[in-house]
Antibody, heavy 119, light 106 residues
Framework: EVQLVESGGGLVQPKGSLKLSCAASGFDFNSYGMSWVRQAPGKGLDLVADISSKSYNYATYYADSVKDRFTISRDDSQSMVYLQMDNLKTEDTALYYC??????????WGQGTLVTVSS | DTVLTQSPALAVSPGERVTISCRASESVSTLMHWYQQKPGQQPTLLIYLASNLESGVPARFSGSGSGTDFTLTIDPVEADDTATYYCQQSWNDPPTFGAGTKLELK
C-alpha cells in the first residue's frame, strides 16, 4: 500500500522559514518523480514544485510564485522528499500535499500538512 | 500557462447521469487527468490520459475527449459522489489544474 506522510507544517511569521518532509513507502520511490501541490483555504490545487527521478537527473520545476524562495529535494536512500520554504508570504498559507508524479499525473497523495503564514 | 476552464458547480439527483466538462485554452492532446476531492480529504486520481480508469475506481466513472474539450461522466451518480472534481493537464509545461467543479446531490 502506498503511503505518503507529510510533516513540518505550522504557524510561521512572514519572511520566516519552514521545511516540509514527506516519508514515502509502498512503491519503488527511486523510479518516480515527486511533487508538492498546495491548496489555499477554500481554493483549488496548485503545483508548487516537482523533482524528477535520478533517471532524469533530478530535474526540478518551481511555480513562478515560489521560485527563488522554495527548494525541493529528495533522499532516495530514505524515500524522503523535502520542501524548504524561505521568505514565506501570507499568500503561501495552504495545505501542502506530497504527491507521486507518475509521468504527468499525480497518482497518490498524502493527507497534507498545513502551513499558516501570519504575524 | 494552459488554462483549464470548468463549470463551478452542478446539482444532480442520485441515479442520474452527470457530465463534468473541462476546456483547455490550447491543445493538451490526451494528457488530461481527473481527480475527486471529497470534503476534508486529499484528492484521489480517477482518470488518467483522458479515458483510463485508475485501479479501484468504480466503472461508473468514465472520461473522454482530446485536444481542448474533455468530459468526466458519472453514470449513475451515487450519494457518495458528492465532491469537487478537478481536471489537470500535463501536455504543456507547467502542468495546470482546473478550478474544480463542485458536485452536489439533490
Amino acid at each position: 500500500e502506498v503511503q505518503l506522510v507529510e510533516s513540518g507544517g505550522g504557524l510561521v511569521q512572514p519572511k520566516g522559514s519552514l521545511k516540509l518532509s514527506c516519508a514515502a513507502s509502498g512503491f519503488d520511490f527511486n523510479s518516480y518523480g515527486m511533487s508538492w501541490v498546495r491548496q489555499a483555504p477554500g481554493k483549488g490545487l496548485d503545483l508548487v514544485a516537482d523533482i524528477s527521478s535520478k533517471s532524469y537527473n533530478y530535474a526540478t520545476y518551481y511555480a513562478d510564485s515560489v521560485k527563488d524562495r522554495f527548494t525541493i529535494s529528495r533522499d532516495d536512500s530514505q524515500s524522503m522528499v523535502y520542501l524548504q520554504m524561505d521568505n514565506l508570504k501570507t499568500e503561501d498559507t495552504a495545505l501542502y500535499y506530497c504527491t507521486v508524479d507518475n509521468y504527468g499525473w499525480f497518482a497518490y497523495w498524502g493527507q497534507g500538512t498545513l502551513v499558516t503564514v501570519s504575524s | 500557462d494552459t488554462v483549464l476552464t470548468q463549470s463551478p458547480a452542478l446539482a444532480v439527483s442520485p441515479g442520474e447521469r452527470v457530465t463534468i466538462s473541462c476546456r483547455a485554452s490550447e491543445s493538451v492532446s490526451t494528457l488530461m487527468h481527473w481527480y475527486q476531492q471529497k470534503p476534508g480529504q486529499q484528492p484521489t486520481l480517477l482518470i488518467y490520459l483522458a479515458s483510463n480508469l485508475e485501479s479501484g475506481v468504480p466503472a461508473r466513472f468514465s472520461g473522454s475527449g482530446s485536444g481542448t474539450d474533455f468530459t468526466l461522466t458519472i453514470d449513475p451518480v451515487e450519494a457518495d459522489d458528492t465532491a469537487t472534481y478537478y481536471c489537470q493537464q500535463s501536455w504543456n509545461d507547467p502542468p495546470t489544474f482546473g478550478a474544480g467543479t463542485k458536485l452536489e446531490l439533490k
